[in-house]
Nanobody, 125 residues
Framework: QVQLVESGGGSVQAGGSLRLSCATS????????MSWFRQAPGKEREGVAS????????YYADSVKGRFTISQDKAKNMLYLQMNNLKPEDTAMYYC??????????????????WGQGTQVTVSS
């Protein structure tokens, strides 16, 4: 059974950095794409970044390009999201997800079968 557990969230001031981690189990790295999503109160869940687990391709939402970096450590079964130059609009619950099958749907939440419980990120101005 696939399990995803996020950690690393917290409260920072604008301009600060956080590194989110997602501990995985159950062959998640065979699911082609693993991603980070976020959801702010009253807003839809949005794709932030994705990585092709069988290669090195990465994908980012325009709002985080140049500030966020997604990476994986297959030996440790870990997924990461390094977030730099954080802005108040980055405040949200961040989720790790696995199961999308192609790059065309990496940002579509409904294409993911497996989800973590989320970790809160709060950025103050």
């Amino acid at each position: 059974q696939v399990q995803l557990v996020e950690s690393g969230g917290g409260s920072v001031q604008a301009g600060g950095s956080l590194r989110l981690s997602c501990a995985t189990s159950g062959y998640t790295f065979s699911t082609n794409f693993m991603s980070w999503f976020r959801q702010a109160p009253g807003k839809e869940r949005e794709g932030v970044a994705s990585i092709y687990t069988r290669g090195i391709s990465t994908y980012y939402a325009d709002s985080v390009k140049g500030r966020f970096t997604i990476s994986q450590d297959k030996a440790k079964n870990m997924l990461y999201l390094q977030m730099n130059n954080l802005k108040p609009e980055d405040t949200a619950m961040y989720y790790c997800a696995a199961g999308a099958l192609n790059s065309g749907v990496w940002a579509t939440a409904s294409k993911y079968k497996y989800w973590g419980q989320g970790t809160q990120v709060t950025v103050s101005s």
